[in-house]
């Protein structure tokens, strides 16, 4: 049974955290909302007087009891203007277990039910205030940590992603009828049909096709911008790598000795960069010949190598380079590399080119040398790694959007994948049923991020992962 196909029911939840607070908000939402409002709130404004998004100052009292509850503020916000685009009502109490739960089980015996998890949020989307791309980054916007996680969050809330996406629906659609409309008059149309065919298949390419593959590639810029960086030191014993993390970090968070071999254990922190959260893996160095302990760590270090989106290679060419470089080296195939050069105040024995020359290492990998003794060389690699690994996202994203979660970037995959098929069949001189068939399963698979297709399945897998109450 679907829960929410007719909404005559009024629900309510308590909306803020559970917990001592100064305030503490019951939300109620549904045709009964203000009914119940009535019956709790004391004094009550005539129905006259009484103003929708009016803040009313009383006391919520037991009907049954005539006892007094707690002092509130209480709002009523007539649909459609409301979150819902029901009649809302939210009671401000105070904060804390009892309150709450008494008044909670106060609106429940005047008639409302206890609200699912997302349900409101669920009312919103089913009654047309926001799609489900929307819906979700309400998620996001609860769930962000960082500035620019909060951000791309805010856009999305606003519509980013919906816009773009209803605009190559609709393209979708007039191609599609336009395909169509030449399946039924056919024959004799020949020529005029070869000419429409170029149009239709530049035009989805251009228009369609391209900026959609383009949000999808971004996929992976915004899941760092959500959920921060994860960046790991990597480097023969003794070149400074838990210096490095200590200056980071900005505390003495990992030991620091003259002797190889000091860390054995993955020595994990975080700091800022640019609003967002860099999670930095300090290990133990990588070398040929150790001891069982330090072999393990260096088991460990491959593993953090593995799941970090970059390393941070670190040399100190105080020393010649040797076999443990080597072995460094060969250990981060296939990673995304940035090159710190430690020591810098002692003289150096080689230099970046040299490191480049002997590893192959491309021109696109960053480089710096400092030393990580001096603390305007930390705060120049703080602008470098930033450069490296999160102004590419922020530069044209502002403009494009960015997909939020999985779900989006699946049903995105699978639009790119048939308009693709579409266009390859327009090119080879098809035009006709299949063209539009690839054509209609693209929109579809469009239709699927904004919600304008759903099922049951679907919206309890979106409003599943929300909070009782939002
Ligand atoms: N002269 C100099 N010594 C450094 C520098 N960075 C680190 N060290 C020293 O190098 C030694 C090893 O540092 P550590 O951070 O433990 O290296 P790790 O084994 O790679 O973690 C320590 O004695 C540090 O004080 C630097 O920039 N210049
Ligand atoms: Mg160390």
Same mark, same amino acid.
């Given at each position: 049974m679907d829960l929410f196909s007719s909404h005559d029911d009024t629900i309510c939840a308590v909306a803020t955290p559970i917990g001592e607070g100064g305030i503490g908000i019951v939300r109620i939402s549904g045709p009964g909302s203000l009914e119940i409002l009535r019956k709790v709130l004391r004094p009550l404004p005539s129905p006259e007087v009484l103003q929708s998004h009016r803040l009313y100052h009383g006391w919520i009292m037991d009907?049954?009891?005539?006892e007094r509850v707690d002092e509130v503020l209480a709002c009523w916000m007539g649909a459609p203007r409301s979150y819902t685009r029901e009649d809302v009502v939210e009671i401000n109490s105070h904060s804390g277990f009892g309150v709450l739960d008494r008044l909670l089980r106060l609106v429940l015996s005047c008639g409302a039910r206890l609200a699912e998890p997302g349900e409101f949020t669920r009312r919103a989307f089913m009654n047309g205030r926001i799609d489900l791309s929307q819906a979700e980054a309400v998620i996001e916007v609860i769930r962000s940590r960082s500035e620019e996680s909060l951000r791309l969050a805010g856009r999305q809330l606003g519509g980013g992603v919906r816009s773009l996406v209803e605009s190559w629906r609709e393209k979708l659609l007039f191609c599609q009828a336009r395909i169509e409309a030449y399946i039924d008059? $056919?024959?004799?149309l020949e020529d005029s049909e070869s000419s429409e065919s170029r149009e239709i298949l530049e035009d989805l390419q251009t228009e369609v096709l391209r900026p959609m593959a383009e949000l999808r590639n971004r996929y992976d810029e915004g899941r760092v911008l959500r959920e921060g960086l994860t960046l790991v030191l990597a480097g023969?014993?003794?070149?400074?790598k838990s210096s490095l993390l200590n200056a980071l970090v900005g505390r003495e968070r990992a030991i620091v000795t003259?002797?190889?071999?000091?860390?054995r254990d993955v020595i994990e922190d975080s700091f800022l960069l640019g609003g967002v959260t860099v999670r930095l893996l300090d290990t133990a160095g990588l070398r040929p010949r150790g001891d069982a302990i330090e072999a393990l760590g260096m088991a460990k270090t491959r593993e953090s190598v593995a799941e970090a989106d970059a390393v941070l290679w670190m040399l100190d060419p105080s020393r010649p380079l040797d076999e443990a470089d080597d072995a460094v080296h060969e250990s981060l195939a296939g990673r995304r590399l940035f090159l710190v050069l430690n020591k810098a105040d002692l003289p150096g024995r080689y230099t970046v080119e040299d490191v480049r020359r002997r590893y192959a290492v491309g021109c696109s990998v960053s480089s710096l040398s400092l030393s990580v003794l001096r603390h305007p060389d930390i705060d120049l690699l703080r602008a470098c790694l930033k450069t490296a690994f999160l102004d590419r996202p922020l530069?044209? $994203?502002? $403009?494009g959007g960015v997909i939020p979660n999985l779900r989006q970037k699946e049903c995105l995959d699978r639009a790119v994948e048939h308009l693709a098929k579409a266009l390859a069949l327009l090119d080879a001189g098809g035009f006709g049923e299949l063209v539009s068939f690839e054509l209609g399963h693209a929109r579809q698979a469009l239709e699927l991020i904004l919600g304008i297709e759903h099922d049951d399945a679907l919206l309890d897998r979106v409003f599943g992962e929300f909070c009782v109450g939002k």
């Open positions: 009907p049954a009891t005539g008059f $056919s024959e004799d023969k014993p003794n070149v400074g003259p002797h190889p071999g000091t860390t530069g044209d $994203s502002a $403009s």
